[in-house]
């Protein structure tokens, strides 16, 4: 596995296919492979070596999160973008500095590629600590 | 016990009807001009809706949770609606610290309920505004709520600024029924009314913007109060804020001062971005600013269609808007003490009555942790994640389409939902499972 990694700033926030889809259902293959996936700009990709669809690893102080990569043509390096989801907060903090609202938006995080892993569905998700549901 | 579920013995094939005038129950925006096409006690065509509109009216017997489910030894057991409601009361009445949370994706009287319900408990109850503009609630308590309506956009503005907003995606007839469309004050939009974005990053939105201004992540605060200070004349020492130039940041207070009109629309871009609350403090204080020089007003794009509702109702029945605790016997507020991802993080909560929302998907994992680990009563038409971890799983009529009620729009318009069909055999409103939750507890408690 490659060790380089790619630093940027994780945003996480709304996207039209991920609120389509969450209405055919919040299980449903559409609405995950809606949003287990990291938008981010070519020079980011090239660096990494992955191509658009590649698996990538996102590492964060609180954890780890594989998902597929999204070609945003009008990106610019150092800002990736994650659908909200249930794989975003896999990776997101939950302090809220006194007001409530945790860390959704600005979060630093390195991207590694991930060739031969596979995304996490949602039951891989939620057994990620001991004894799980 | 969870399938696509199909119409109800009753309807005639040929049971055919269409309804006008329809507000859509998925974003803020609250579109009220909705016409629908029923076949069959089935929604069958979508008239004027948005993909999000469609996707949420044409499915709304996909994915159903069908029937009351309670968890026995680790599964899910189908039961009947009163065992579920007394699984439920249960409970609720040995929780120490009970937390009830969701609320913006259905109609107030539920809320009313759920009020009633945290005050019976002595718990704590939080809506989803917690986690999208609950901060936007702080900084008004702090500066105002220079707040305008809709109506007043499409009749006046000549300057439109969305700052962390895309609504392309999130509002998609944001821009085309109140923007581009002609008002009494504003005969040709397209020259005459501009629309400015500033983001993070280049949105669906910002690519159609007469303007964009990309500034660096976590500089909002900045960047406002640069231009607040230019409004109000002071010269600046810096060549540079939020990776905007002040040679520009100039111009744009220039053109924010000299339009007739101008609104701040405002997304979680500023909400949930470093500093928070703080930020729309600075940008309540900056339309405050503008108004000196001409006429501003702000409004926050409200992402659920009963979120804004959720902040009214809490506001008229407990005195806040959102976080209150009712663990002394009066309404308590404190965001970040009473909100529910502290509440959570903190492993305080001991019973989690979600209604209408899929915390579980949108909390942090170490909110998640703790919601594993607690009895989880859930509320919802369709199977969410949350519905997956759930000890008691009550399905309910979809607000709006199955059922009626009243909802807020962004800006502050209440308006009237409709029921356009019957929802599925034995499912009710969520109301109605308050009611007959609180009916359990009085009954258990003799309160």
């Known amino acids: 596995m490659k060790k380089v990694g790619v630093k940027a700033v994780l945003i996480s926030g709304r996207t039209l296919q991920q609120g389509r889809t969450s209405e055919l259902g919040k299980l449903s293959e559409d609405y995950l492979s809606s949003v287990a996936v990291c938008e981010m700009d070519a020079n980011t990709m090239e660096v990494l070596g992955i191509h658009e669809g590649d698996a990538v690893r996102l590492e964060t102080l609180l954890g780890d999160v594989v998902v597929r990569s999204k070609l945003d043509q009008n990106a610019r390096p150092g800002v990736v973008f994650m659908p909200w989801g249930p794989h975003a907060n896999t990776i997101l903090g939950s302090e809220t500095h006194g007001c409530g609202m945790p860390s959704y938006k600005g979060v630093p995080v390195i991207l590694f590629p991930a060739p031969d892993t596979s995304v996490r569905t949602i039951d891989d998700l939620l057994h990620l600590s001991e004894g799980g549901i | ?447």
């Open chain 2, 1 to 447: 016990m969870i399938c696509c579920i199909y119409p109800r013995e009753g309807f005639s094939i040929s049971s055919k009807k269409t309804v006008k005038n329809v507000p859509c129950v998925f974003c803020g925006c609250l579109c009220d001009d909705i016409a629908l096409e029923v076949e069959n006690n089935r929604i069958v065509k979508n008239i004027n809706g948005c993909s999000l509109s469609k996707s949420k009216f044409l499915n709304h017997l996909e994915d159903r949770l069908l029937g009351p489910a309670v968890r026995i030894n680790g599964i899910l057991v189908e039961v009947s609606l009163e065992k579920a409601v007394a699984h439920a009361a249960e409970a609720l009445t040995s929780a120490r610290r009970p937390l009830i949370y969701g609320l913006s994706s259905t109609e107030n009287d539920t809320h009313q309920e759920a009020y009633y319900l945290a005050e019976l408990l002595g718990g704590v109850v939080d809506n989803t505004s917690s986690v999208c503009h609950g901060t936007s609630m702080i900084g008004s308590q702090e500066s105002g709520d220079p707040l305008g309506s809709l109506a007043e956009v499409r009749h006046r503005a000549d300057l439109v600024v969305y700052w962390g907003s895309n609504p392309q995606f999130a509002h998609p007839r944001h821009i085309s029924r109140y923007i581009r469309q002609p008002g009494e004050y504003m005969q040709n939009p397209k020259k005459d009314r501009k629309i400015w974005v500033f983001d993070v990053r280049s949105t669906a939105t910002s690519r159609i913007a007469d303007e964009f201004f990309q500034i660096e992540p976590g500089t909002d605060l900045e960047v406002i109060s640069v231009i607040r200070a230019l409004v109000r004349g002071h010269e600046m020492d810096i060549d540079r804020v939020g990776g905007l130039a002040i040679e520009d940041l100039a111009k744009i207070s220039e053109a924010m001062k000299s339009v007739r009109y101008g609104v701040f629309f405002y997304g979680l871009g500023l909400t949930q971005s470093k500093g928070q609350h703080r930020n729309v403090d600075a940008a309540i204080r900056l339309i405050q600013d503008l108004n000196s020089f001409t006429k501003w007003v702000m409004i926050p794009m409200r992402g659920h269609f009963n979120v804004a509702g959720a902040n009214e109702t809490s506001t008229w029945q407990t005195g806040y808007p959102f976080a209150v605790d009712y663990s002394r016997g009066y309404p308590r507020y404190q965001p970040g003490e009473y909100s529910a991802v502290d509440l959570i993080r903190r492993r305080e909560t001991d019973v989690l009555l979600n209604v209408a929302a899929d915390p579980v998907a949108h909390f942090p994992r170490d909110a998640l942790e703790h919601l594993k680990r607690i009895p989880i009563i859930n509320l919802d038409p369709k199977r969410n994640v949350t519905s997956l971890i759930a000890e008691v799983n009550i399905p309910t009529a979809i607000a709006g389409i199955e059922c009626d009620g009243a909802a807020v729009r962004m800006d502050g318009l209440p308006l009237y939902l409709r029921k356009i069909v019957e929802p599925p055999e034995g499912i009710i409103p969520d109301r109605d499972v308050l009611k007959l939750i609180i009916a359990r507890l009085r009954m258990v408690t003799k309160r």
